[in-house]
């Protein structure tokens, strides 16, 4: 990929393609543990990324937001 640099490289490796991160969609039982960590770690996600070994840390932080967005709209 001449056109990027390594670091964009390596980003993306790590983001989306290791194959060590599942890319399957969260299960119910996923969302329901990742918002019972999340409250009890304070949002600490060093700490919460290792409840959950086999998911990107950065997807962790992104459905739990998406999460939180939905729990908004519904009013709970």
């Known amino acids: ?5 390594c670091k964009l490289v ?3 490796w790590n ?3 290791n194959p060590i991160y599942s890319t ?3 299960t119910t039982f996923e969302n ?3 918002l019972q ?5 304070q949002q600490k996600w060093k700490e919460i990324a ?7 840390p950065r997807s962790l932080v992104s459905k739990y937001s998406d999460l939180m967005k ?3 709209s519904e009013g709970i």
């Open 1 to 5: 990929m001449p056109s990027r640099s």
């Open 10 to 12: 390596m980003d993306k």
């Open 15 to 17: 983001r989306s393609l």
């Open 24 to 26: 399957q969609p969260f």
């Open 32 to 34: 329901e543990r990742l």
């Open 37 to 41: 960590v999340v409250n009890d770690r």
């Open 50 to 56: 290792k409840e959950f070994p086999l998911r990107n």
């Open 70 to 72: 939905e729990r908004t």
